[in-house]
């Protein structure tokens, strides 16, 4: 998809530079250089073209069809970060088995959140890069045991691992640490 895009891109600005230039060079001369035959100035008939009976049908065809086809580019490249299931190792039977890691992930961060100095935590699964990527974000308190907090990560990712096909899977704990809350103020 992306070198189709990036095809379509390069010939429509190609396009777009040679008539940009091809206007700007007949109205300063320089056309009738290159081009000889250029014509000095366009006379064209609309009339001929818009009084058909055809023309609003034809116009409208054309205005839907430009509308479908900017909303498809829309929709295409809108940015999809969501991953659906996760196809798991092959085992001694035949057959295919998926996971859906969202709830593996959801319970992961529920354990997290019920580290000490964890306040709250929740996880993600989402595509980045062309890569799986597991999120995990924990918030804890200002005066937290940050290598304890980063041992429980590890050990809720060694878990998870075991759950997820870890091989294609990479992960990313994102720790916010609360702000010291304000000095009460002082009633004299």
Do not use: N
Not at 12 to 32: D, P
Not at 40 to 54: F, H, I, N, P, Y
Not at 142 to 168: K, N, W
Request: with cysteine.
């Amino acid at each position: 998809m992306l070198a189709v895009d990036r095809v379509l891109l390069l010939l429509l600005g190609l396009v777009l530079v040679v008539a940009g230039v091809a206007a700007v060079g007949w109205q300063v001369g320089f056309l009738s250089d290159v081009w000889p035959s250029a014509p000095d100035r366009l006379a064209v008939d609309t009339e001929t073209v818009t009084q058909t009976s055809g023309y609003p049908v034809l116009l409208a065809l054309a205005g839907v069809l430009l509308v479908g086809l900017g909303l498809w580019w829309l929709v295409a490249h809108l940015p999809r970060r969501s991953v659906g299931a996760l196809r798991l190792p092959a085992g001694d039977r035949a057959g295919r088995l998926t996971v859906d890691p969202g709830p593996a992930v959801a319970t992961a961060a529920e354990v997290l959140a019920e580290a000490s100095d964890v306040r709250a935590a929740r996880g993600s699964v989402l595509r980045d890069r062309g890569e799986l990527v597991v999120r995990l974000r924990a918030t804890v308190d200002p005066g937290a045991d940050l290598p304890a907090v980063v041992a429980a990560c590890d050990r809720v990712l060694a878990d998870l691992a075991r759950v997820l096909p870890s091989d294609r899977l990479r992960s990313r704990v994102e720790i916010s640490v609360l702000r010291e809350p304000a000095a009460a103020p002082r009633v004299q």
